[in-house]
Each structure stands twice: as structure tokens, then as C-alpha cells.
């Protein structure tokens, strides 16, 4: 029985993956990962604001040191902070040293809502060894006046440049706050995505009470979280060229198998992994590998899709009907 799967038209020894986070900015981590099973590994990522904020400052730099001495510019790369402590070259050098550290593809990740400077670091990401680029497009529309057509057509014109700019496989994590989901992400895939990430999560402030401000607090995802993502992955499986990551609430091997029948090609962990540590990736790839040999499956491809829109006998329950039926059937305590 075979785990192997494709994502983004690599080959990959199974459908895990240790998605963007903390844990994946350190070079032990990333062998620990390999080692405990990991299919490939998404670096943390590098965000707008911080390429941004290098240019600035290596902008003020030269206008400031333009008539010193030779000796000024090496502060030309004076230390701007980047993504968990990376600021944009050691971002690049821990890519290079990923790179060599692992067989496995080291994807890296780049978080933003704009053009601003995603050309030229993908360029230099896959320079660097990157397998693939995963392009996190977080943006909340808070300007009452953005219309949702400017939001998509921005964000098909990031992919379009970036998908131009290099010849790696492009990856796209969406946010479902968008006014369709399935025509932005067909859009998305025409203009050269290779991959749909399904879905980022939206972090929303908090407001302490006690000392009337508004506060930033990480929840890490549960298995409730599943469910839009895996609506989608069900809506899309099937109907698209691109490859299909699931990201949010895996939490069990269960989870796992139901985003594989709802059509992902790959499912992506971080929650897990920050609540129980890197080796819990070994207890997903084999309690996956029991999950199948139990039911004498032979391959992933057995089962992927199986409980998507596309092979379903009741299309309807993915619409209206559901809605309908969970609120007829619910029961008050």
C-alpha cells in the first residue's frame, strides 16, 4: 500500500504536510520533520510588510550614507525583523540550508495583499532552492469603498506577476471571505496558480473588557474549523487542474481521511503540531497508513474524491438541502 501523492507536480512520499509556522523556522525542526514523516514542509512566511520595511530602510540607509566612506554600507543590511525573528535575506538563507539539510520539498511562503516587492523575493526564493512558493493572500477589506471585484483582481494580479516571474509552481492560500470562492479560484488557476490552499484563517482581535482595549490572541484551529474548507474542496475536486491542499482543524488521522474523501491532495498540520510537537506528524502518516491497510486500500487515489461534489448522488447536500436539513433536524437541549 502506497502513500505517495503529487502536489504542485511534486512527487511525495505521502499527502502530510507541515503547513506555515513557528516550528518551521529552525533548521532542527525541519529535519525532525522529515524524519517524523512529513510529505514536504512550508517555511513560515515572509511577509509584505517586511520586505517593505527592508527597502525603506536600506532606502534611508543610502540617501543618509550617500557621502560617507566605503566602510557606511555595511549597514546597508542592517538588521529589519522579520516573519518569527527572520528578517528577509536570513529568510533566504534558511531556505538554502532547508534546501540541503532534506530530501523532502521545502516550500516557501510569502504573505501579503499587494505587488510590493513579491517579484523580485520570488525570484531570489527560487534562486535560493525553494521547491515551490505558497503565495498567502491575507486581506481584510476594511475600506468601505473596495469593491469585491478589486479585491479579486488584485489578488489575480499578484499570481499573474508572480506566476510570470519564475518557473516554480505557484501555490495560492485563499481566504473564503471572497464574493465566490470557486470562480476566483478557477480565475486563479488560469492565470498560472498550480495549487489552491483551502483556507487561511482570518484572525480576528478580541476586546479585553477589563482594560477596554482590543487584544491579539491565537486560537489554534479544531476539528471544527474543517468544514468550509472541506465544503470546498469537496465543490472543487475533480473540476480544476490544480492540485488541492486542505488547511484548517486536523487535529486526528480522521481528520486527515475526510479531507482525502472530500479531494485534497494534500493535508496540511500546524495546530497539531504545536500542541503535541513535531513527532505527532509520525502518528498522522502512520495511523493514515493503518487507516487504509485496515480497510485494504491500495492507494490514496482509492479514496480521494470519494465524498466530493462531483461523485456524489445528492449534489443538493451541498447547497440549500443541507442547510434545510441541519436546521429541521436540530434537536434544542
Same mark, same amino acid.
Not at 525573528?85 to 539539510?101: F, S
Not at 492565470?191 to 482570518?202: E, K
Not at 490544480?242 to 487535529?251: D, I, T
Given at each position: 500500500m502506497s502513500l505517495a501523492t503529487k502536489y504542485l507536480g511534486l512527487e511525495l512520499s505521502n499527502p502530510l504536510?507541515?503547513? =506555515? $509556522?513557528?516550528?518551521?523556522?529552525?533548521?532542527?525542526?525541519?529535519? !525532525?520533520?522529515? &524524519?517524523?514523516?512529513?510529505? #514536504?514542509?512550508?517555511?513560515?512566511?515572509?511577509?509584505?510588510?517586511?520586505?517593505?520595511?527592508?527597502?525603506?530602510?536600506?532606502?534611508?540607509?543610502?540617501?543618509?550614507?550617500?557621502?560617507?566612506?566605503?566602510?557606511?554600507?555595511?549597514?546597508?543590511? =542592517? $538588521?529589519?525583523?522579520?516573519?518569527?525573528?527572520?528578517?528577509?535575506? !536570513?529568510?533566504? &538563507?534558511?531556505?538554502?540550508? #532547508?534546501?540541503?539539510a532534506v530530501a523532502i520539498p521545502i516550500i516557501a511562503s510569502l504573505n501579503g495583499s499587494s505587488r510590493a516587492g513579491w517579484i523580485d523575493h520570488a525570484r531570489l526564493l527560487e534562486e535560493a532552492g525553494a521547491a515551490a512558493i505558497e503565495l498567502n493572500l491575507y486581506h481584510i477589506p476594511a475600506?468601505?469603498?473596495?469593491?469585491?471585484?478589486?479585491v479579486e483582481a488584485r489578488f489575480t494580479d499578484i499570481v499573474r506577476a508572480v506566476y510570470r516571474s519564475i518557473a516554480l509552481p505557484v501555490a495560492v492560500k485563499l481566504t473564503p471571505y471572497v464574493s465566490s470562492p470557486g470562480d476566483l479560484a478557477m480565475t486563479l488557476v488560469e492565470q498560472g496558480a498550480a495549487g489552491l490552499v483551502l483556507f487561511n484563517r482570518v484572525l480576528e482581535p478580541d476586546i479585553d473588557l477589563s482594560q477596554m482595549r482590543l487584544v491579539d490572541t491565537l486560537t489554534l484551529s479544531d476539528p471544527s474549523d474543517m468544514r468550509q474548507p472541506m465544503l470546498w474542496i469537496s465543490i472543487l475536486s475533480g473540476r480544476t487542474k490544480a492540485s488541492l491542499a486542505a488547511s484548517g482543524g486536523v487535529s486526528t488521522v480522521n481528520d486527515v481521511v475526510k479531507y482525502l474523501l472530500a479531494g485534497a491532495d494534500v493535508v496540511m498540520t500546524t495546530s497539531a503540531l504545536l500542541r503535541h510537537d513535531v513527532e505527532y506528524m509520525t502518528t498522522l502518516v502512520n495511523g493514515l497508513r493503518r487507516w487504509l491497510d485496515e480497510r485494504e486500500v491500495a492507494s490514496l487515489d482509492a479514496i480521494r474524491g470519494m465524498m466530493s461534489w462531483r461523485q456524489s448522488v445528492a449534489r443538493d447536500l451541498y447547497t440549500r438541502a443541507n442547510y434545510l436539513r441541519i436546521l429541521e433536524g436540530y434537536t434544542p437541549p
Amino acid at each position: 500500500m502506497s502513500l505517495a501523492t503529487k502536489y504542485l507536480g511534486l512527487e511525495l512520499s505521502n499527502p502530510l504536510v507541515a503547513s =506555515a $509556522s513557528p516550528l518551521n523556522n529552525k533548521l532542527d525542526n525541519i529535519r !525532525r520533520l522529515e &524524519d517524523a514523516g512529513a510529505g #514536504a514542509i512550508v517555511l513560515p512566511s515572509l511577509f509584505q510588510e517586511q520586505i517593505e520595511a527592508e527597502a525603506e530602510a536600506r532606502m534611508s540607509l543610502v540617501e543618509s550614507y550617500a557621502d560617507s566612506s566605503p566602510e557606511a554600507r555595511s549597514y546597508f543590511h =542592517a $538588521s529589519v525583523g522579520g516573519p518569527y525573528g527572520l528578517r528577509p535575506d !536570513r529568510y533566504l &538563507d534558511l531556505v538554502r540550508r #532547508a534546501k540541503e539539510a532534506v530530501a523532502i520539498p521545502i516550500i516557501a511562503s510569502l504573505n501579503g495583499s499587494s505587488r510590493a516587492g513579491w517579484i523580485d523575493h520570488a525570484r531570489l526564493l527560487e534562486e535560493a532552492g525553494a521547491a515551490a512558493i505558497e503565495l498567502n493572500l491575507y486581506h481584510i477589506p476594511a475600506d468601505l469603498f473596495e469593491s469585491g471585484r478589486e479585491v479579486e483582481a488584485r489578488f489575480t494580479d499578484i499570481v499573474r506577476a508572480v506566476y510570470r516571474s519564475i518557473a516554480l509552481p505557484v501555490a495560492v492560500k485563499l481566504t473564503p471571505y471572497v464574493s465566490s470562492p470557486g470562480d476566483l479560484a478557477m480565475t486563479l488557476v488560469e492565470q498560472g496558480a498550480a495549487g489552491l490552499v483551502l483556507f487561511n484563517r482570518v484572525l480576528e482581535p478580541d476586546i479585553d473588557l477589563s482594560q477596554m482595549r482590543l487584544v491579539d490572541t491565537l486560537t489554534l484551529s479544531d476539528p471544527s474549523d474543517m468544514r468550509q474548507p472541506m465544503l470546498w474542496i469537496s465543490i472543487l475536486s475533480g473540476r480544476t487542474k490544480a492540485s488541492l491542499a486542505a488547511s484548517g482543524g486536523v487535529s486526528t488521522v480522521n481528520d486527515v481521511v475526510k479531507y482525502l474523501l472530500a479531494g485534497a491532495d494534500v493535508v496540511m498540520t500546524t495546530s497539531a503540531l504545536l500542541r503535541h510537537d513535531v513527532e505527532y506528524m509520525t502518528t498522522l502518516v502512520n495511523g493514515l497508513r493503518r487507516w487504509l491497510d485496515e480497510r485494504e486500500v491500495a492507494s490514496l487515489d482509492a479514496i480521494r474524491g470519494m465524498m466530493s461534489w462531483r461523485q456524489s448522488v445528492a449534489r443538493d447536500l451541498y447547497t440549500r438541502a443541507n442547510y434545510l436539513r441541519i436546521l429541521e433536524g436540530y434537536t434544542p437541549p
